[in-house]
């Protein structure tokens, strides 16, 4: 059996950023920029004002009180005149700084009466609450290089240096299908010997979350013929994503069906708990997961494997999984013959990571897993885990 981490690496090494597509800036949240942007223009496109107040030139204010007539008003989207020696223009927040000014007065430390301003301030200093034409960034300036993963706040950068589409590395589509004749979708109610479909739901959020384009294919019964037409429309997607049918017993087809269809496989089994029997192939530039059904192997599966695949596939250069530390607030004893996955809860208690285990009865359990937010790694063997030690815990599976 392969070691996760070998796993992973070849997982990795056989994904490759999708190539770059322009994408509408509306829909580019979350991708990966695939070009350095410029800005078109300078930014702020004027002298502006910080500040709602009043416009002045410093040297008609050299002493504390100043008393001064309201030449004009000027908001945010408006010119005003040239400001007149011995004058003050009202200004608002935004607003074009007018010509002959060099400073504003906040409108706090005035008081306004009759066309007149009456300034309770110290002497302001040339540029007070003014941002200058071009100090954030100049025409010209790259604003945003390739590899930036686009948040909001870049969203709108993009926005302000005039760009209404972006080229970017698109998200991969994942295919997902659920196996096994015992499935039923969640709205029908199991028959004897029956189950409710929640890998299919699961794996296609899963997906969603990781920042994929999800295609649910529903549910392949075990039928060789029904089952190959299922995976050959799966096949495609930028991945393939199946629960259920990839161990050893007379109606798991998954792996001959893939075989047919001309899938070159990988690795079958991992030494990991829960989620021994994960099949990993590829067909082209098309990545195949094989998942085992029970439903917590399954979700293990694709944090550990799927996630990274995604991530990676969409440009990202860490595309995990990222594990981090955390204090063991409790005291336990765990045996097992592979490292195993297990629920957990993680808090932040005043500024340290603090995790304890989640009540959990196996790969089925996903009871346990809707009250996790992490998964804590214990290794292969049998152990006494002490209460204030560091364990490793994967916190990404909290949306």
Not at 173 to 197: C, F, H, I, K, W
Not at 253 to 275: R, S, T, W, Y
Not at 316 to 328: K, R, Y
Request: one cysteine or more; hydrophobic letters at 45%; glycine letters at 10%.
């Amino acid at each position: 059996m392969l070691a996760v981490a070998d796993a992973l690496e070849i997982v990795l090494a056989k994904c490759r950023p999708l190539p770059p597509l322009d994408m509408p800036l509306a829909t580019a949240l979350g991708s990966i920029l695939a070009e350095d942007v410029a800005s078109d223009l300078d930014m702020p496109p004027f002298d502006k004002a910080l500040m709602d107040g009043y416009a002045v030139r410093c040297q008609d204010l050299v002493d504390g009180t100043t008393t001064l007539p309201v030449q004009a008003e000027v908001s945010a989207g408006q010119s005003g005149p040239p400001l007149m020696p011995g004058q003050a223009i009202r200004i608002m927040t935004g607003a074009p700084i007018p010509a002959g000014a060099d400073a504003v007065i906040r409108v706090e430390d005035t008081k306004m009466a009759a066309h007149r301003v009456e300034i309770h301030a110290k002497p302001p200093k040339p540029g007070q609450f003014i941002l200058t034409k071009g100090r954030e960034m100049k025409r010209g300036d790259v604003v945003l290089t390739a590899g930036a993963v686009l948040r909001p706040q870049e969203i709108g950068l993009l926005a302000t240096v005039g760009r209404s589409n972006v080229k970017v590395i698109p998200p991969p589509t994942v295919a997902v299908l659920a196996t096994g004749d015992e499935l039923v979708e969640a709205n029908q109610m199991p028959g004897p010997s029956q189950l409710r479909n929640s890998n299919g739901p699961m794996l296609t959020a899963q997906a969603a979350r990781a920042g994929a384009i999800p295609r649910y294919l529903g549910i392949g019964r075990d039928d060789a013929v029904l089952l190959r037409a299922l995976v050959a429309e799966a096949l495609n997607s930028s991945i393939v994503v199946m629960s259920g049918g990839v161990s050893a017993g007379r109606k798991d087809l998954v792996p001959d069906v893939l075989k047919d269809l001309g899938v070159e496989p990988h690795f079958h089994q991992i030494a990991m708990k829960p989620g021994k029997p994960l099949f990993f192939g590829t067909r082209g530039d098309t990545l195949v997961f094989g998942l085992p059904g029970n439903p917590v192997s399954s979700f293990c599966g694709f944090e550990l494997f799927v996630r990274p695949a995604i991530r990676k596939m969409a440009g990202h250069a860490i595309p995990g999984p990222v594990w981090q530390d955390a204090t063991l607030a409790e005291t336990f004893s765990h045996s097992s013959d592979r490292p195993t996955y297990h629920p957990a809860v993680v808090e932040n208690r005043e500024g340290s990571n603090r995790v304890r285990t989640v009540r959990w009865f196996g790969s089925p359990d996903l009871r346990a897993m809707a009250q996790a937010n992490a998964l804590m790694l214990l290794p292969a063997g049998s152990y006494s885990f002490t209460a204030g030690q560091k364990m490793p815990v994967l916190a990404s599976v909290e949306a």
